[in-house]
């Protein structure tokens, strides 16, 4: 419900995808009127059938959870610019004409990685990769809606269709399998559940536009986050420490990526220890990815 306890009109674009249909769960949850579109159901890069639509629909809120990937950004700039960019400036020419407030997901490929202690939002973003600066003009054109949040996130985890790099980990272990995991790379990954939670009550509340860390707190390498779950699930699976050093990629990754969600905390939107995230996710019933029905919203020509 919105402050007033009206619930709000909400766009999600992108909507196929593992966040996106997380947000339109929990949206949905909290009695919200969600439309959820996917690729197929509205392509973004497709600016006058983007404005056309929302012209219909008219909005309060359009949370955008669309993406074109790491290494298909780094195959194919010009549309990772379609997608990670030019489609968030149409995302924000769209809320201006609705007053319409914007939520936009961006990444800690923002950052170098090259520092030792998590990113703060005031830090001097440097991408190394054609995602991580798709990403951060993104980040610049969602800043053209009146009222927009950008929430920087990484390594989600908590997947339905368990596709995302943790929950494949989660797999392994599961079956005992042993697991090889890098000790040379820091991340502050985020259960989508939480990113969703903190998602809903943004939009709810009043909070100062801008962007927001939004991971579980604290941060850890990959080969920790990997013995923690054996230690949280009683596995006896074995866990390889490698090195990232020696692996041939196309892309830059930021070594140290961890980020700091004091920003949000400071709000009351705390997200909970990574730990105590992966205790939920295990906690969690299995996942199942049932289909989520588009569109809750009706065409009108005024705000509901
Ligand atoms: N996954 C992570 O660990 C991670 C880390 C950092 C940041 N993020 C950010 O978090 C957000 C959500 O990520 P995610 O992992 O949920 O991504 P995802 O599962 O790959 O979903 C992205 C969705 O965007 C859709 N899409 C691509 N091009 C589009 C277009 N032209 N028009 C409309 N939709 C389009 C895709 O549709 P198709 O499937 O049909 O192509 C897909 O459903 C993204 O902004 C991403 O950059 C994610």
Redesign the pocket.
């Known amino acids: 419900m919105s402050r007033s306890g009206v619930p709000l009109r909400i766009f999600v ?8 249909q997380t947000i339109v769960r929990e949206l949905r949850r909290g009695g919200h009127e969600v439309a959820a ?4 159901a ?4 497709q600016r006058e059938q983007v404005l056309e639509r929302l012209v219909k629909l008219r909005p309060q809120a359009i949370v ?6 790491v290494e298909a950004s780094e195959e194919d700039p010009k549309t990772a610019l ?3 960019a030019f ?1 968030v400036r149409t995302l924000a020419e769209a809320c201006r004409s609705a007053d319409a407030t914007l939520l ?6 923002v950052f170098d990685g090259t520092v030792t202690s998590p990113y703060r939002e005031t830090d001097r973003p440097n991408p190394g990769s054609v ?1 991580g600066a798709t ?1 951060l003009l993104g980040e610049w054109y969602a800043a053209g809606a009146p009222r927009h949040f950008v929430l ?5 985890f908590g997947n339905p269709e368990g596709k ?2 943790i929950d494949r980990m989660c797999a392994d272990i599961r079956a005992g399998r042993t697991v090889s995991a890098f000790y040379d790379r820091t991340v502050s990954p985020v259960y989508m559940i939480d990113v969703a939670a903190a998602t809903r009550r943004l939009l709810e509340g009043k909070a100062a536009s801008g962007v927001y860390h939004c991971v579980n707190a604290g941060f850890t390498t990959w080969h920790e986050l990997a013995v923690e779950l054996t230690r949280q699930i009683g596995s006896p699976s074995s866990v390889v420490p490698v090195s990232a050093d020696g692996l041939t990629s196309k892309v830059s990754r930021p070594k140290f990526a961890a980020l700091s969600n004091e920003k949000l905390a400071n709000l009351g939107i705390e997200l909970p220890s990574w730990q105590n995230a992966l205790g939920r996710a295990l906690a969690a019933p299995p996942p199942t990815a049932t289909p989520i029905p588009p569109s809750g919203i009706r065409p009108t020509n005024s705000r509901g």
């Open positions: 674009t992108g909507a196929g995808g593992q966040l996106g579109l996917t690729r197929a509205l392509d973004l890069t955008n959870t669309s993406a074109f990937g379609a997608v990670n489609a936009h997901f961006s990444s800690d490929f995602y990403k920087r996130v990484e390594s989600l995302s790099t």
